[in-house]
């Protein structure tokens, strides 16, 4: 099967891609294209389906890069393919043709940005607590590092967890909260003293306050989509022992 994947006009010309799971040669509960090496998939058969990745976005496999990601606000300067160990962060930031920065999520926020006037291109995982502790801010003040202009920045955000499936705790609506009371709008009541947490419309909303000239949501969720995405949270659900990652990678 061929390989999905979604893209945005208003990443302009950037190769660009927010993968799904079909296609791929992972097989089970992996089944399709499973891109993350830290799952118990096959070690090789990951590696066949991130060459897959590479081949579609046109650069060499050792140049579709990935970091150890920490559900930080770590951003990583990329001149050059990794040697050795990579670095541990959430985002990349890069102005180097034909280097693919590419970002692993199963509920999590995938999301690019461009500049196609200064040439800067970004990739950055952002869950909650990376989006929380201000990882989407970093990665743009990493951007304008390299000479872009946030006026001139457009973000998109890929398939992610949806409110409908995101139940969370009292207490975690109370970190939100004590950050800033405002945030209370993000969330909604479910069963009990549980709360419906909206990921992409935080996501959004970090993004739109940041000035940028465009932030927008692909508006499709991992949970509900098992055909097309991995989902850690329904994985958990389902009781399954682990779950695959999709891919999202932009290059110049």
Not at 137 to 153: F, K, L, P, S, Y
Request: one cysteine or more.
């Amino acid at each position: 099967m061929t390989i999905e994947f979604l893209t945005d006009d208003t990443l302009g010309p950037f190769r660009h891609g927010f993968f799904t799971r079909r296609g791929g040669a992972s097989s089970g509960i992996f089944a399709g294209l499973n891109c993350g090496l830290g799952s118990h998939d096959q070690r090789d058969v990951v590696r066949a389906n991130r060459r897959l990745v590479a081949a579609a976005l046109g650069v060499p496999d050792d140049h579709l890069l990935g970091v150890r990601q920490i559900h930080s606000a770590e951003v990583a300067q990329v001149h050059a393919p990794f040697v050795g160990e990579r670095p541990r962060c959430d985002a990349m930031v890069t102005d180097i043709p034909g280097l693919a920065l590419g970002i692993l999520t199963a509920d999590c926020q995938p999301v690019l940005f461009a500049d196609q006037n200064a040439g800067v291109v970004a990739a950055a995982h952002a869950g909650w607590k990376g989006a929380l502790a201000g990882i989407l801010e970093a990665t743009i003040a990493a951007m304008e590092e390299r000479g872009a202009r946030r006026q001139n920045i457009h973000a998109v955000i890929g398939p992610a967890i949806s409110q409908s499936a995101y139940e969370v705790g009292p207490e975690f609506r109370d970190r939100f909260c004590h950050e800033d009371q405002g945030f209370a709008r993000f969330f909604t009541p479910a069963s009990g003293d549980r709360w419906r947490f909206d990921l992409t419309g935080f996501g959004l909303f970090r993004l739109q306050n940041a000035g940028l000239a465009g932030a927008r949501a692909l508006g499709l969720c991992t949970y509900g989509d098992a055909a097309r995405f991995y989902s850690y949270r329904r994985a958990t659900h389902l009781g399954q022992p682990d779950y695959g990652r999709l891919i999202s990678a932009i290059v110049i």
